[in-house]
């Protein structure tokens, strides 16, 4: 079967997860992976920015890199990136033929969408020096935790999955930074919980970002934020990825960030459109501090188990109405939910039909929500993902 055929036959989304599966998976056929350094991100929001910033300096250093990320926009290869462009679909098949040779059918398919890609992916970063791997959902029991890693990297912790993670910080930042096998560099927090949790940890070398930039790192990272023009939320993960290059004894060029900006964050489209992938209320607090002083309309739409009305609610002083994009997705909210938590805000709203010329718009709420925007109104082949 080809690869996305074999894919598109697992879910996406399981109301339970058997945390065991994946483990036990991988210690079946870990003696015929070669393994490179890996440095794993965990985190809520920034891990995609903050791991291409950094495998992207990396190639430009010389070395076979792959960075693993999740989810895509428009296709599944997005998500595997080989020194500085996605795999092909070819590429993708024969780790797909690879990896069943490995696996018995019983695995194969027992493995969830996303543990038998991660495992997919492993297969073609074998020639790489460096892994840059993304966790997906969680921390010590994502798929992605198997492996041996040389260092973590720990982007902001905020609510989000709590049905999985924990129903506090405290739970989630627990859930999360457990992980961390050795050495981690943890970005700046929002909660003080995190950093507590991360001072409970014995055995673990546990550093903050700020303990690897100089006065000249922070006067490059400026630089180069001015350069890409990157949100604030954007120059925090830069700023992270610059403190792993310390951390591996490296230096760097402003240069090497150049093609390091990853689409759909804060991305443009056109000319009064922006497009971000952000989704829970860390993003949206990102966005409206970024954006503050500016008027959008917002095209929207959320997932069921997002607190959307907070987000709106956060997102209400640079929004003038809003226009509910409707997705077809499993997860998605019923309309008419979102159209109540729009009215308890005295918002604006109405079903989107199509971009005006004289309003500014901000397209946000989920992968999803960009994806039906990208192929259905701007014409997508335009763009470069």
């Known amino acids: 079967m080809r690869f996305q055929e074999y894919l ?3 879910p996406l989304y399981y109301d339970e997860i058997d945390y065991s599966r994946m483990p036990r998976v991988y210690e079946k056929i870990k003696h015929a992976l070669k393994i490179p350094k890996i440095i794993h991100i965990i985190g ?7 791991g291409r910033f950094l495998a992207t300096a990396l190639f430009a250093n010389n070395y076979g890199v792959g960075h693993y990320t999740s989810p895509h926009i428009l296709e ?7 020194n500085g462009s996605n795999a092909s679909n070819e590429r993708l098949q024969n780790a797909h033929e690879e990896l069943q040779k490995l696996l018995s059918k019983e695995d194969a398919d027992a493995l969830s969408y996303f543990e038998y890609t991660t495992l997919l992916a492993m297969i073609i970063f074998s020639e790489c020096e460096f892994v840059v791997m993304e966790a997906g959902l969680g921390g010590e029991h994502d798929a992605t935790a198997v492996f041996p890693k040389i260092l973590t990297l720990v982007t902001p912790i905020a609510y989000d ?3 999985f993670l924990g129903t506090d910080i405290k739970q989630i930042a627990t859930t999360k930074l457990n992980a961390i096998q050795n050495n981690a560099i943890i970005a700046n927090q929002r909660f003080e919980e995190v950093y507590e949790v991360a001072k409970s940890l014995v055995g673990k070398n546990i550093a903050r970002v700020d303990d690897f ?9 400026l630089a180069i934020s001015k350069e890409l023009i990157l949100a604030p939320y954007l120059a925090q993960n830069l700023s992270l990825s610059i403190a792993a290059l310390k951390f591996l004894g490296m230096s760097y060029n402003a240069s090497d ?8 964050r804060l991305s443009h489209v056109a000319k009064n459109v922006l497009v971000d992938v952000g989704h829970n209320t860390l993003a949206a607090s990102s966005i409206a501090e970024a954006l503050f002083g500016e008027k959008f309309t917002l095209i929207y739409n959320s997932y069921r188990d997002k607190n959307y009305k907070e987000i709106l609610s ?4 640079i929004i003038l109405s809003v226009e509910i994009i409707e997705v077809a997705n499993q997860r998605i909210e019923d309309v008419q939910k979102i159209q109540s938590a ?3 805000l005295n918002i604006k709203h109405t079903i989107f039909k199509e971009i005006q010329e004289e309003q500014n718009y901000l397209v946000f709420g989920s992968f999803s929500v960009v994806e039906k925007f990208l192929k259905e109104h701007t014409g997508v082949a335009k763009y470069t993902i």
């Open 8 to 10: 598109n036959a697992k």
């Open 44 to 50: 809520t929001n920034g891990k995609g920015t903050t």
């Open 76 to 82: 599944f290869n997005e998500r595997v990136w080989v």
């Open 161 to 163: 999955h709590e049905a």
């Open 213 to 221: 930039l100089d006065d000249n790192d922070k006067k490059n990272i």
């Open 257 to 264: 960030f150049k093609n390091a900006k990853l689409f759909g």
């Open 314 to 317: 956060i997102l209400k002083p």
């Open 342 to 344: 729009l009215d308890d």
